[in-house]
């Protein structure tokens, strides 16, 4: 997706995509043979990187945003997603100890993807619906969190082509 098309999109819209992106990933893992220990890792890896690209743009932009205008007994959900992030960088971080076929790996993914598909359905039926109806300027949004998205992954690029 270009920066430009990314830009003319709402936050949301642009969020839920990742979503997608990140549930076929999981689906992926699911059907991958126990023993295909290369299409693992591929599927970790590609996993960990979406899941720290957007979990980085919704701390940076989307919960500060939602603060700023949901009302007082709407944010409990805005927390509660910092929490659930919390519990997933943690999974993410112990994949840089466990390899495919390790004792562990697998089991460690299947949490990973029950927390994630968790909170993608807390996100997209709660605090999105109640983010739509309460004004933000959601153009501008996704025209920042497109920006900072193509920004994290060329900065992941240049680490990844530089060795």
Same mark, same amino acid.
């Given at each position: 997706?270009? &920066?430009?098309?990314?830009?003319?999109?709402?936050? %949301?819209?642009?969020?839920?995509?990742?979503?997608?992106?990140? !549930?076929?990933?999981?689906?992926?893992? !699911?059907?991958?043979?126990?023993?295909?220990?290369?299409?693992?890792?591929?599927? #970790?890896?590609?996993?960990?990187?979406?899941?720290?690209?957007?979990?980085? #743009?919704?701390? =940076?932009?989307?919960?500060?945003?939602?603060?700023?205008?949901?009302?007082?007994? $709407?944010?409990?959900?805005?927390?509660?997603?910092?929490?659930?992030?919390?519990?997933?960088? &943690?999974?993410?971080?112990?994949? &840089? $100890? %466990?390899?495919?076929?390790?004792?562990?790996?697998?089991?460690?993914?299947?949490? *990973?993807?029950?927390? #994630?598909?968790?909170?993608?359905?807390?996100?997209?039926?709660?605090?999105?619906?109640?983010?739509?109806?309460?004004?933000?300027? *959601?153009?501008? *949004?996704?025209?920042?969190?497109?920006?900072?998205?193509?920004?994290?992954?060329?900065?992941?690029? =240049?680490?990844?082509?530089?060795?």
């Amino acid at each position: 997706m270009t &920066t430009a098309k990314a830009s003319a999109q709402d936050a %949301l819209a642009i969020l839920e995509a990742d979503h997608r992106a990140i !549930e076929q990933l999981l689906d992926a893992f !699911e059907r991958a043979p126990k023993d295909d220990l290369e299409r693992k890792t591929t599927l #970790v890896q590609r996993t960990c990187e979406l899941l720290t690209i957007h979990a980085m #743009v919704e701390e =940076e932009l989307l919960y500060p945003g939602a603060r700023g205008v949901l009302k007082d007994d $709407e944010k409990d959900g805005v927390d509660e997603a910092y929490v659930e992030h919390f519990l997933v960088k &943690t999974l993410i971080d112990k994949f &840089t $100890e %466990l390899k495919a076929g390790d004792e562990g790996f697998d089991a460690t993914y299947k949490v *990973l993807s029950e927390n #994630v598909k968790h909170h993608v359905e807390e996100e997209e039926s709660t605090l999105f619906p109640e983010l739509r109806s309460a004004g933000i300027d *959601l153009m501008a *949004l996704g025209a920042k969190i497109a920006a900072r998205k193509e920004a994290l992954q060329n900065k992941i690029t =240049e680490v990844a082509t530089a060795h």
